[in-house]
Each structure stands twice: as C-alpha cells, then as structure tokens.
C-alpha cells in the first residue's frame, strides 16, 4: 500500500478554515485519496474522498494537487466538533479490503 | 436508523479466558471488518469477510477468531492465546464491487480490558 505522511498534530481556532496536508508521493493512478476522521472513543466516520479533481461536500473540501502527490482537506469554519484525529488513506480502484491507517492529524480547535 | 452495533462497550477478561465481541450491521453491506487500536496509534485489520461463511486474515489475526454465518453479524472471540488483548476494537462494513473505493462504516467500539 502506498504511504501517507501527515503532520502529528495542528492547532485551529473556531470559525476560522482549516487546512490539514497529506503527502502521498508514492501514489499510484489507481488510487484514490479517501480522509476519516475519528472523535475520541468513537469509531472512525468518513468525511469525503476523490480522485483527480477537487471534491465538496457538505463536510470538506478536498484539494488535490496537480501531480496527485499531495491533497489537503479543507473545513471551512472550524468548529469545536471538528476536533478529532484526521486520517488520509490511499485506497486502490476496486479494492478495500484493508484501510492502512497511520497516525493521523490531531486537531484542536480553539473557542 | 441503519448502522453498526457494537457490545458491549466496555469488556474485562481475565487471564486465560475467550471473550466475544459482537458487531452487528443494517445497512445491508456485504463487507465487514475487524480492527485493532492501541492508544496513539491508527487501525490495524485483525479479520475481514466479503460474504458470508468466508473470511480472510489480516495483519494481525493471532490470537483472534471469527465467524459470518449471517451477513448481518460477524463476531470476534479474542483468544487466551492473544498475550496482549488490551485495546479498542472497531467493526466495520462496507459495500464491495464499486469503482472508487467504497467507504468503510464504523461503530462506536468495544474498549478490552485484562483484570
């Protein structure tokens, strides 16, 4: 599985955005970028995934470099429930057997 | 509301004791997955199953069982041969044959502890 590489941490305050990077230099063309994000003492919940092109939804945004080596999920106003451990995962066209999980983002959120 | 089910919340096992932990999903999908967390750490997939009565190890399946008899359910017995027990358990599920990698469902958790 290719690797993801993410900061250990990011502070933020609320209602201002966030941008939480992920490298992924490895990435091959049939992967596609998925980001869960995990609360404390809850199971991991999706929050959105893509390809090649930018992607919204009605949780995030995701920026996707041109390359593919690199995206970053977008909150646009950050609020004291968006403080979790943020996760990037490479999944490969097809298959999703097994979500390889590193150590993620911890995000705080400032009131 | 469809979802994932997991119980208990909280587990103790004393030494030399099987423990069962249940997952039970609604949703209809035919995927579903263990995984282990130590604290600080992500996930790593103990067992996973894509239909019923057929089941695949994962990264770390010593010390573990499973079973699928039925496509909602699919139980984890933590063995006394599992020296180090101690974590949080996630189940999951997810629907298989779509194109984009489909996103796996989680439920809350089962936290196991030795006495």
């Known amino acids: 599985d290719a690797k993801t590489t993410q900061p250990n941490s990011m502070e933020s305050n609320e209602e201002e955005p966030v941008h939480l990077p992920c490298n992924h230099s490895?990435?091959?063309?049939?992967?596609?970028i998925h980001w869960y994000r995990q609360l404390p003492s809850q199971g991991p919940e999706y929050v959105i995934h893509?390809?090649?092109s930018n992607v919204n939804n009605r949780m995030a945004s995701l920026a996707i470099a041109e390359d593919r080596k690199s995206s970053t999920l977008i909150l646009h106003r950050a609020t004291l429930r968006d403080a979790a451990v943020y996760y990037c995962?490479?999944?490969?066209?097809?298959?999703?057997?097994?979500?390889?999980f590193g150590k993620g983002t911890k995000l705080t959120v400032n009131p | 509301d469809g979802g994932i089910t997991q119980s208990p919340k909280y587990l103790f096992r004393k030494e030399g004791q099987n423990v069962t932990l249940s997952c039970e999903q609604n949703?209809?999908?035919?995927?579903m997955y263990w995984y282990r967390q130590d604290p600080g750490q992500g996930l790593r997939l103990i067992y996973y199953s894509q239909i019923v009565n057929d089941f695949q190890k994962g990264d770390i399946a010593e010390g573990y069982s499973v079973s699928r008899e039925k496509k909602e359910s699919f139980p984890l017995t933590v063995t006394s041969a599992q020296k180090n027990p101690t974590a949080f358990y996630l189940c999951?599920?997810?629907?298989?044959?779509?194109?984009?990698?489909?996103?796996?469902?989680f439920g809350d958790g089962t936290r196991l502890s030795i006495l």
């Open positions: 999951a599920s997810s629907i298989l044959g779509q194109p984009t990698g489909q996103p796996q469902h």
């Open positions: 949703l209809n999908h035919d995927a």
């Open positions: 893509g390809l090649t």
């Open positions: 995962i490479l999944i490969t066209q097809g298959g999703s057997e097994k979500l390889v």
């Open positions: 490895t990435i091959s063309g049939t992967d596609y």
